[in-house]
């Protein structure tokens, strides 16, 4: 029995020395480019500072470089090794090991740049993310992506000495670093759905730009979230950038993938036409224009034009027939779906007249020039569903898609639409849009954007209890309902200096003044004589009785100053009053010294 015993404990201390055998062996020593090594490691690392030396390691050259100067957060992809270490965070020239308990629970504005374990709201934890925004957060990706993370003011492993608005970051399985743009030309890119111009002279100055510009637009896919804009048809466009060329309509920056015709010159120098619907790469031959092939488009060779078939049909008939997609201008082609409805589908060009696409999310006034017989026309978001109305039935603000500039919006009321310029503020509508302006675009927000609670949406406007048709703005927290009868609210301990409302609002003590009523929301600017209001009903008064009245007089001079009570004049309207005040004196000392040689 005791023989037996000895047996089976020998046989133990065999098999132990083996485990430690084999796992000495597979243990990688990233140092000494030894044992089974894959992915990244953090290696002689300090007791007291926690610190250690990045290393990168790659099954297919089997060998372990030292990593430097590389800020970003690697993900641990050795099963042996990220028990101790899951994730390395480097920044200012350091690493260190970074624990998921360490991660905080959500994104907002104070982490955005950093990792973090998403808890869902039934307490449920939903992994490691990236956080963007309060919209995007996004995981290790197994294809290489790109995300444009803003500086929103805070510091974090992105942020660089030039203190850049912008920051591409590249998203792998295992690392988010900041994207090598020493070989990105300079053009107009469309980075995660909004344009930017990028300039790079190759020299270490690179820029990023966002633009407010409009249009339909072809694009070469590059990464994930980036693609490069095809600007120049007059060059040939080969097989292998057709495949990777996809369509977007834009509006006011933003934009949204579309399916449509792009007319090109292929590598022999012929006019093709190539089918988008996601990817440009099917050819588009000639065809009849019936209830088959409308919306599609060719290049007529014997007429040397690129044409559309429509269907220009009323409610008792259909009209099938081919428009030419001229260029120098934008064209729009109403075609019908269905007799005896007001359900159509837009197509609209650019301006080039080299492709033409499907419009979704736009307004038009259709007869502007006849009130009597204006129409109405909307393409709903994510649809290839348009209706023609009666101004009638639409209220408050839209997209106003006909014009170029950016702040452009169509305001109807009391059964008459018109075209208007609006800046700074909310503006909402009959159909359930919210509208966001700044001084430099409007634009319309998805309904994924939009709260329903002023807690976690403070200066935002909100579905209240999720419903798309009861708004409400957050006055910081406090809830105010957009009512038929204006009034006016202010919001305080804010800094106006760089304010852009309703974006970059950061604590300060300034206070700035708001006009609210049915579909706005505005900042308010006055001139000199400012504005009075009641402190009861929070409306406005006439400055003649505002002294009689319970109410507050309000100077807010310009959108990044201060709202005071008393007016301040400013540096210039001082300084005349002081080279007035010296003239004077001047004027007094001349004629004292006069008198006296008089006299």
């Known amino acids: 029995m005791l023989h037996r015993s000895k047996s089976i404990l020998f046989f133990l201390i065999i098999v132990i020395q083996l485990i430690l055998l084999i796992e000495a062996t597979e243990t990688c020593n990233p140092k000494e480019n030894t044992g089974d090594c894959s992915g990244y490691y953090l290696y002689d690392i300090d007791n007291i500072s926690g610190e250690g030396t990045l290393y990168e390691c790659r099954n297919n050259t089997k060998l372990c470089d030292v990593i430097e100067n590389a800020p970003g957060y690697y993900k641990v992809t050795d099963l042996n090794y990220k028990i101790k270490i899951p994730y390395i965070q480097c920044g200012e020239g350091k690493c260190k090991k970074l624990a998921i308990k360490d991660m905080k629970n959500s994104c907002n504005k104070e982490n955005t740049g950093e990792l973090v374990n998403i808890q869902t ?12 925004n309060h919209l995007n957060l996004i995981k290790f990706s197994n294809n290489t992506s790109v995300y444009l993370l803003g500086s929103n003011g805070n510091n974090n492993l992105f942020s660089n000495s030039n203190h850049d608005q912008y920051v591409l970051v590249s998203i792998t399985y295992d690392s988010i670093t900041p994207m090598n743009t ?26 990023i ?195 170029d500039s950016p702040n452009s919006l169509i305001y ?56 798309y048709n009861s708004f409400q703005y957050c006055n910081d927290t406090s809830e105010v309902d957009f009512s038929d009868k204006e009034f006016y609210i202010t919001l305080n301990n804010i800094n106006s200096s760089n304010l852009d409302f309703p974006t970059n609002i950061v604590s300060g003590n300034d206070t700035i003044l708001f006009k609210v009523n049915q579909y706005s929301i505005k900042q308010v600017v006055t001139d000199n004589d400012g504005i009075c209001i009641n402190n009861k009903d929070h409306k406005i008064v006439t400055n003649t009785s505002c002294k009689k009245s319970k109410s507050t007089k309000f100077y807010c001079l310009s959108a990044n100053e201060t709202c005071t009570n008393k007016l301040n004049l400013n540096a210039n309207a001082n300084g005349a009053i002081h080279h007035g005040s010296l003239n004077i004196c001047f004027s007094y000392i001349a004629l004292f010294i006069i008198i006296n040689l008089l006299f």
Request: proline share 1%; charged share 20%; glycine share 8%.
């Open 182 to 207: 020493t070989n990105i030309e300079s053009n107009t890119y469309l980075i995660n759905n909004s344009l930017y111009s990028i300039e790079n002279d190759k020299h270490g100055n690179f820029t």
């Open 412 to 467: 109807c009321d009391d059964y008459d639409c018109k075209t208007i310029t609006e800046s700074n503020g909310y503006y909402i509508n009959s159909d359930g849009g919210i509208i966001r302006c700044n001084s430099f675009a409007c634009e319309l927000l998805e309904r994924k954007e939009v709260g329903s609670s002023c807690t976690n949406h403070p200066n935002e406007v909100i579905y209240y209890n999720n419903n």
């Open 121 to 132: 709201n039934n307490g449920i934890m939903d992994g490691v993310h990236f956080c963007i």
């Open 209 to 403: 730009n966002k633009l407010t510009s409009s249009g339909l637009e072809a694009f070469e896919y590059v990464y994930a979230g980036f693609a490069k804009l095809i600007n120049d048809f007059s060059k040939k466009l080969s097989k292998e950038v057709l495949s990777k060329t996809l369509l977007y309509l834009c509006q006011n920056g933003k934009c949204v993938s579309t399916s449509g015709t792009l007319k090109y010159k292929s590598s022999s120098s012929k006019v093709e036409v190539a089918n988008c619907s996601g990817y440009c790469i099917s050819k588009q031959g000639p065809v009849k224009c019936n209830i088959m092939n409308t919306g599609k488009a060719f290049y007529n060779s014997s007429k040397s034009k690129f044409q559309i078939c429509v269907n220009s049909g009323n409610s008792t008939k259909d009209i099938y027939e081919f428009k030419e997609i001229r260029s120098n201008s934008t064209n729009h082609f109403i075609t019908l779906k269905t007799i005896g409805t007001d359900y159509y589908e837009l197509f609209v060009s650019d301006k080039g007249g080299n492709m033409v696409g499907l419009s979704t999310g736009s307004n038009y006034l259709i007869n502007k020039e006849d009130e009597r017989n204006m129409k109405f026309l909307t393409c709903y978001q994510n649809s290839n569903h348009c209706e023609i109305k009666s101004t009638t039935l639409v209220s408050g603000y839209f997209i106003n898609s006909e014009s």
